[in-house]
């Protein structure tokens, strides 16, 4: 899959989360080995122009489940319509690509949070504040404000666990995460 992974959400920092919520909530870069004691594992010398090649960041979770021709989908449709996010539409309701560039209630053809991609020259971060939920649809609605989001049919990610973790701690921290995203945008989707 060509792209970079820019964000994980690993099982283990769930656990670890719960225990230290001050800790949740971080940014990692991508760091790929390419060899090893002087030698590489691989072209090296051809995957550098490739990865040069395709400033798109693909955000998916530890339990997302990637079908094959998600990340090339994505990044098309994402390109032909000059949004600045993409995602494949997770509950098969759509038949053609649906651009959005405004903000809106439909959790059903939001942004789905654990698998999307972002255009890389646009440069969005996330909001670090954001620590638990709601970094998902910040992301949504800030590409919406900087060319749109592009949902696309077929693809469906899976989310093997979702909403399992959101208890104690963590469940408070998403009321956190609620307000704060609803004081920065005048209002919550939901």
Request: with cysteine.
């Amino acid at each position: 899959m060509l792209g970079v992974v820019a964000a994980f959400t690993f099982s283990a920092g769930v656990n670890d989360a719960s225990a230290h919520p001050e800790r949740f909530g971080q940014s990692h870069q991508l760091i790929a080995f390419v060899g090893m004691d002087g030698e590489y594992f691989g072209p090296v010398d051809e995957l550098r122009p490739v990865l040069a090649n395709d400033p798109d960041v693909a955000v998916v979770n530890d339990d997302a489940v990637i079908p094959d021709g998600w990340y090339t989908a994505c990044s098309t449709a994402m390109r032909a319509h000059g949004a600045a996010a993409a995602a494949s539409d997770p509950h098969g309701r759509i038949t053609a690509p649906l651009p959005k560039t405004t903000r809106d209630r439909d959790v059903y053809t939001r942004m789905p949070g654990w698998a999307f991609l972002l255009r890389g020259e646009v440069r969005m971060r996330a909001d670090e504040s954001l620590r638990w939920w709601y970094g998902d649809s910040d992301l949504d609605w800030t590409a919406r404000a900087n060319g749109g989001m592009v949902l696309i049919p077929g693809y469906p990610v899976g989310n093997r666990r979702a909403n399992s973790t959101t208890r104690g701690v963590l469940a408070e921290q998403a009321g956190k995460d609620r307000a704060m995203f609803a004081a920065k945008w005048a209002g919550a989707p939901w």
